[in-house]
């Protein structure tokens, strides 16, 4: 019967477009699950090199809508440029680091991620093989949200040295 | 915040000898800590008090008249005894005033201390919180503002200064707040 081949192949047809969906699914859940473990190893983090002058005036656009920098101490400085921002992918546990324009390196380290999905993360900023400025420090950090390490001399300047990880 | 403000820092900001950029690190840091508000208004009033004692004991003397017995006495010595050869050579009058009040200050400073302590009771507390100078008045003022609840941020855990000095606080935001290390550099820059 022309009709019942007919049904019965669209039933074959149903059941290999089912197949192939499930085994789709299944695939991506695999990836899915694959990329999540490998975001939760690692944080991405992002380091903000700024030079704060106390003469002259002019703030560089992309550092406007950090609300930190218009208040006390960094309104002291009316003229602030943004030199360079390193966005680096860091393992919990690894560290990484952020030559400043100043000859110091900055030593970033992702420690771990809390259970309110923040992280703990130390900075040191030392000459090469010294301990000469910010032998560590360690904060508690909300995705995404800076900290500042400020202070260091540089070209007339200071530098203002802001880091967020999400 | 794991770091207190070290002495030698708050005393260098009372007597104005910070950078205007650190006076205003430091004076953040005030506003945020009630510990560091009341280590500088100790500081304020025992100032006070010494100010005040040392005041008191300048109006007290009399120094013409106790220069011309000085004079009196030298002259009196060199009648007695004309063979010593007592003089008079610079600074006798300077060092004998000294002597002389160097008691009377330290009793005095020791008496500003007393009271201090006695003032700074628990029935004082408006006296402790009134402010003497701007810097305080903003501290306080900060103090009174209602802490609105954190709900994002970052906060020092802990921070090693190795042999710089350093200050830590925070900038609050809205209720986020953003922590900020000052540390003095106080190497030439690398070319």
């Not at chain 1, 299944?26 to 939760?40: F, K, L, P, T, Y």
């Not at chain 1, 690692?42 to 950090?66: F, M, N, R, Y």
């Not at chain 2, 005030?30 to 009033?45: D, G, K, N, T, Y």
């Amino acid at each position: 019967m022309i009709a019942g081949r007919s049904v019965f192949g669209r039933r074959r047809w149903l059941g290999a477009t089912l197949l192939l969906g499930a085994l789709g699914l299944a695939v991506q859940g695999v990836g899915s699950q694959a990329r999540a473990e490998d975001a939760a190893k690692t944080a991405s983090a992002q380091v903000t090199l700024i030079l704060g002058h106390t003469d002259g005036t002019g703030v560089s656009p992309e550092l406007e809508k950090i609300e930190a920098l218009k208040k006390a101490p960094f309104d002291a400085f009316p003229r602030k440029a943004l030199l360079k921002k390193v966005d680096l992918t860091i393992g919990i546990g690894s560290s990484q680091e952020v030559e400043l324009p100043n000859g110091r390196k900055l030593k970033l380290s992702v420690l771990e991620r809390n259970a309110a999905g923040g992280y703990r993360v130390s900075i040191s900023i030392n000459k090469p093989g010294q301990q000469d400025y910010l032998p560590v420090m360690t904060v508690v950090a909300a995705p995404g949200d800076p900290f500042f390490v400020a202070g260091q001399k540089h070209e007339g300047g200071t530098l203002i040295v802001g880091v967020s990880v999400r | 915040m794991s770091t207190e403000l070290d002495d030698e820092t708050l005393q260098r900001f009372y007597d104005g000898d910070l950078s205007p950029v650190e006076e205003r690190v430091v004076q953040a840091r005030i506003e945020r800590e009630p510990a560091a508000q009341r280590r500088l208004q100790e500081l304020e009033r025992l100032s006070a008090w010494i100010q005040v004692s040392a005041d008191e004991v300048g109006a007290g003397l009399d120094s013409d008249a106790m220069f011309a017995a000085i004079e009196r006495q030298i002259a009196a010595d060199e009648k007695a005894n004309p063979g010593r050869g007592l003089r008079v050579v610079a600074g006798a009058w300077a060092s004998s005033q000294r002597r002389v009040l160097w008691p009377l200050v330290a009793v005095a400073a020791a008496a500003a201390v007393a009271m201090l302590t006695l003032s700074s009771g628990p029935g004082d507390e408006a006296a402790r919180n009134a402010p003497k100078r701007e810097k305080t008045r903003v501290a306080a003022h900060t103090q009174e503002a209602p802490a609105r609840p954190r709900v994002h941020g970052t906060r020092v855990e802990r921070v090693d200064f190795g042999n710089s000095t350093g200050t830590v606080f925070e900038i609050d935001s809205e209720g986020v707040a953003t922590a900020v290390v000052w540390i003095a550099d106080d190497e030439e820059e690398t070319p």
